[in-house]
């Protein structure tokens, strides 16, 4: 069997993993793939940016049994209509239902035709009228570019003049296209957590909760990132709201099928977890990262069973099952992230670090040079994960690997799960 991972980051790597403990015994290639993924499977030099590219290159080669997107830009592209066209199983939504991550417009209309709990918003396409929106409709609110913008283009602003700023800096082209559109939405009060599932258009199946950590500093301070580290399970989700996040992901998926989209994939329910129960901040069309270095570690079941099953609307024939223990992953990151940063930093320590037991270092930004040498290569560097019979013990095992990794410009926040074991 012979499967095709697109992307290059912590995820696509966690992905490779999960893969790669597979009782079909795949040969996996990821492209363009990472350090870690290098050890796995095999890189090859393809350019998932362009969704014909990797088309290209499976028939060039022999083909694919699976392809399995990890990023949301491709998936938006249409890639995974491309890969249908051609006959080849594609591991993620067609471009419509992709669309619930490319506008975030187009979640929130969604969620109102459908009744899916969310804060009231209104959008523009001119800086003009969004500041006359601020200005009658005060401060707090969010800020958020519509389109894709690599995790960043969403600012809490608490004031007006924070909401103006933000504003801006989306119509000054900052976030290229995705600021064109601008949405504000009501601020909302409650701790954040995602709830992923596999969807086939029909069945879904949450997957594991995770508490991801967006601010580039301890105690949430500094600007947003991709995510600075992770843990799962999250002590405040008990079963019936657990239950009430599945039931929206459910509804969400019925909605899309209602208007005509058959949603094919991982839906990521971003939710704030309000007074008045759980409601949505955002939605995306795949994996999250770093949720899938936690998610995806405690899953028993094969994977590759669970996306055949998801492409081919069999998901309501699988069960899955998830390991007992806590999970942490702690984000390495390049000096200077999110903002400029060097790359081609020697990486040391990953063999003391990954040696130490219920630990896996997921690579993120790395890159295996010609001459044998790991080094940075971009702004989120690596994941460290733990296992652990309980999240005390899964951070300190994190943390104790953390400690034994080094590059020039190392950065990472030290308080990652401390919230899990204060809410536990």
């Not at 362009?50 to 830009?73: C, Q």
Request: hydrophobic letters at 40%; proline letters at 5%; charged letters at 20%.
């Amino acid at each position: 069997m012979r499967i095709l991972v697109l992307g290059s980051g912590g995820r696509e790597h966690a992905i490779v993993e999960a893969l790669s403990r597979s009782s079909h015994a795949p040969e996996i290639f990821c492209a363009p793939g990472n350090g870690g993924t290098a050890m796995l499977g095999t890189n090859v030099d393809v350019a998932f940016e362009d969704p014909a590219a990797p088309l290209d290159w499976i028939e060039r080669t022999g083909g694919v049994d699976l392809v399995v997107v990890g990023p949301e830009a491709p998936l938006v592209a249409g890639i995974t209509n491309l890969m249908q066209a051609a006959g080849v199983p594609c591991f993620g939504p067609t471009a419509d239902g992709a669309e619930i991550e490319g506008s975030k417009w187009f979640a929130k209309e969604l969620m109102s035709r459908h009744g899916i709990p969310t804060a009231d918003a209104a959008a523009f396409d001119s800086e003009d009228a969004a500041v006359a929106y601020i200005e009658e409709h005060g401060a707090p609110l969010v800020v958020k570019a519509d389109g894709l913008a690599a995790g960043k283009g969403v600012t809490v602003a608490r004031t007006e003049e924070e909401a103006r700023r933000a504003v801006h800096e989306c119509f000054s082209g900052t976030f290229g296209q995705a600021g064109d559109v601008v949405v504000l939405e009501d601020f909302l009060e409650g701790p954040e957590c995602s709830l992923l599932a596999f969807a086939d258009g029909e069945t879904v199946l949450p997957m594991v909760p995770a508490q991801d950590h967006k601010r580039a500093f301890d105690n949430d301070e500094g600007p947003n990132t991709g995510g600075m580290g992770v843990y799962s399970p999250v002590p405040l989700v008990d079963d019936v709201t657990l239950a009430e996040m599945t039931s929206i992901l459910t509804r969400t998926v019925d909605g899309m099928r209602e208007e005509g989209i058959v949603y094919r994939g991982v839906l990521y329910g971003g939710f704030i977890l309000t007074a008045g129960g759980p409601k949505v901040l955002e939605f995306n069309a795949r994996f999250g990262d770093p949720e899938a270095q936690v998610v995806l570690p405690r899953l028993k079941t094969d994977l590759v069973d669970v996306m055949r099953a998801t492409i081919e609307g069999r998901l309501d024939q699988i069960q899955l099952e998830w390991r007992d223990e806590a999970a942490v992953s702690v984000v390495l990151a390049s000096g200077g992230y999110p903002g400029g940063y060097e790359t081609g930093k020697p990486i040391h320590g990953l063999a003391e670090a990954s040696g130490l037991p219920g630990v896996i270092v997921f690579h993120a930004g790395t890159k295996l040079q010609d001459d044998g040498i790991l080094v940075t290569s971009g702004g989120r560097v690596l994941d460290v994960t733990a296992l652990a019979p309980t999240l005390a013990q899964a951070r300190e095992r994190a943390y104790e690997a953390v400690a034994r990794i080094s590059f020039e410009g190392i950065q990472y926040r030290t308080d990652i799960g401390l919230k899990a074991l204060q809410e536990a």
